[in-house]
């Protein structure tokens, strides 16, 4: 069964920081792996998507990477910026099958 | 190009209620997937459609939660009798599932928040 962690729970940078979120999940044989944004009380801001044979996607200040023989993905935001405060939500889709797994979050505070 | 598109945004239900939730896809989607985010917790998968067609529902509670997508027409995910503890945020994505690649990533709609009273 498909478990997905993703630590720290919360974490308050100062603006400018680099920092990186961690996302790890118990079943390697997975199909592709997301990373969204949510924003309270909002939906749910796809981010960027890892292919199960990629090893990283970029987008602007945002690099995720995938090493899917130790179950790990970690999201780094370069120059944080109050804007970035939200929670960040890591999503595993298996293969063989069509059930997406989320972790908790990450909730992020950049402080001005 | 609109996207996910969900509504109603906002749902009050009396407890034993019915409560019926839409979605409409992005344009030239045919796959869409529910799922339940409770208060102070993660999303919960609920249920994957193809048109016509339930794909995998292993995430939905056995009794008084339906689901469908019709050849025309949104996504209907569909409470009844709901009680207290089916309040929740409603999420519905969808995504094109041609092929590999960028094909299977997820969009999601802004959700449906239903509060049983």
């Known amino acids: 069964k498909q478990e997905v962690t993703q630590i720290p729970a919360a974490l308050s940078v100062p603006e400018g920081e680099n920092l990186v979120l961690n996302c790890s999940f118990t079943?390697?044989?997975?199909?592709?792996l997301q990373w969204f944004r949510q924003d309270p009380g909002k939906g749910l801001t796809s981010l960027l998507l890892?292919?199960?044979?990629?090893r990283e996607q970029t987008s602007g200040r945002l690099n995720a990477s995938l090493d899917k023989s130790s179950g790990r993905s970690t999201l780094y935001i370069a120059a944080s910026q109050p804007g970035d405060s939200a929670t960040y939500l890591c999503?595993?889709?298996?293969?063989?099958?069509?059930?997406?797994?989320f972790g908790a979050g990450t909730r992020l505070f950049v402080k001005a | 190009n609109a996207g996910v598109m969900q509504n109603p945004r906002h749902l009050v239900r009396r407890r034993g209620q019915e409560a019926r939730l839409r979605c409409s896809p992005m344009?030239?989607?045919?796959?869409v997937y529910w799922y339940r985010q409770l208060p102070e917790e993660g999303l919960k998968f609920m249920v994957y459609?193809?048109?016509?067609?339930?794909?995998?529902e292993s995430g939905m509670p056995k009794e008084r939660f339906s689901a469908e997508f019709p050849k025309e027409g949104p996504s209907i995910l569909r409470i009844q009798q709901v009680v207290r503890g089916d309040s929740a945020a409603y999420f519905c994505?969808?995504?094109?599932?041609?092929?590999?690649?960028?094909?299977?990533?997820?969009?999601f709609g802004p959700g449906t928040r239903l509060t049983v009273l």
């Open positions: 079943d390697s044989a997975i199909y592709n």
């Open positions: 999503a595993v889709r298996n293969t063989g099958g069509f059930k997406t797994i």
């Open positions: 994505a969808s995504s094109l599932e041609q092929g590999i690649g960028t094909y299977n990533e997820q969009f």
């Open positions: 459609l193809q048109k016509e067609n339930i794909i995998d």
């Open positions: 344009k030239g989607h045919s796959h």
């Open positions: 890892i292919q199960s044979s990629q």
